[in-house]
């Protein structure tokens, strides 16, 4: 079996003393050198910067611009000596491509979202973008744990139901259960919240259609 080279210790070099790669193919769009550098402040400096013995970025090159955003003085970099002019040239392509080549369990995935949702994460350091996280955070079945949507990724929470053919509550009927009170009318009522309340303030006021989940639909959080 051939092992393969493992690099030495890493390094704390100058910012200005790396340069980036002038034939990278890989682009970095402004928005997402913000993420970069919104994870760096948050999660710390995870992933050290790939350079070549004299200095040039084999892979990192969001986390140099990030770096310089954030104004660091210097970066935490692996130096590959060992590579040839070509497997540099290759590393800086599969370095990105092979990561692209994996998926997700989305099931799975779903699940940790809702959880640090639950933990007021803020999800929009994850680097998903918000329609993809509206999709994600949609409404878990309670026996999968998968997202309550069919295929064509209609949400089944806000699925219509048949009425019945014989309607029991009417608008204006007040049920008494227990301590609590639920009248059929129209919350923007004036005279019909006084008459539920029956003189009693209320301590919170509750309100999000269609469904109670607590969702923030611009950030995902809470």
């Known amino acids: 079996m ?3 080279r493992l690099p030495g210790n890493v390094e704390h070099l100058p910012l200005d003393s790396l340069r980036g790669y002038d034939r990278n193919p890989r682009t970095h769009s402004d928005a997402q050198i913000a993420q970069i550098a919104a994870s760096i402040i948050e999660f710390g400096w995870t992933n050290p910067i790939l350079v070549s013995g004299d200095s040039e970025v084999i892979a990192g090159h969001g986390r140099l611009e990030a770096a310089k955003k954030l104004g660091l003085s210097t970066v935490p970099v692996l130096v590959l000596d060992h590579l040839s002019d070509a497997q540099r040239r290759a590393y800086v392509i599969a370095d990105n491509r092979l990561a692209l080549n ?3 369990n989305e099931e799975l995935l779903a699940g940790e979202l809702h959880a640090l949702n639950g933990d007021g994460f803020d999800l929009s350091l994850l680097g998903f973008d ?3 996280l509206d999709r994600l955070m949609a409404p878990l079945d309670e026996d999968t744990g998968i997202s309550a949507q069919d295929d064509n990724g209609a949400d089944a929470a806000d699925e219509v139901p048949e009425p019945p053919q014989e309607t029991v509550t009417q608008p204006g009927d007040l049920w008494l259960l227990g301590e609590h009170r639920l ?4 919350s923007t009522d004036g005279a019909a919240v ?3 309340m029956a003189g009693q303030r209320a301590s919170l006021l509750f309100t999000s259609p269609p469904y109670g989940s607590q969702r923030d639909y611009t950030t995902g959080g809470i």
Do not use: D, K, M, S
Request: charge should be negative; glycine fraction near 6%.
């Open 194 to 196: 006084a008459r539920l």
């Open 130 to 132: 918000e329609a993809e």
């Open 102 to 104: 994996a998926g997700w």
């Open 2 to 4: 051939i092992f393969p």
């Open 183 to 186: 009248l059929c009318a129209n």
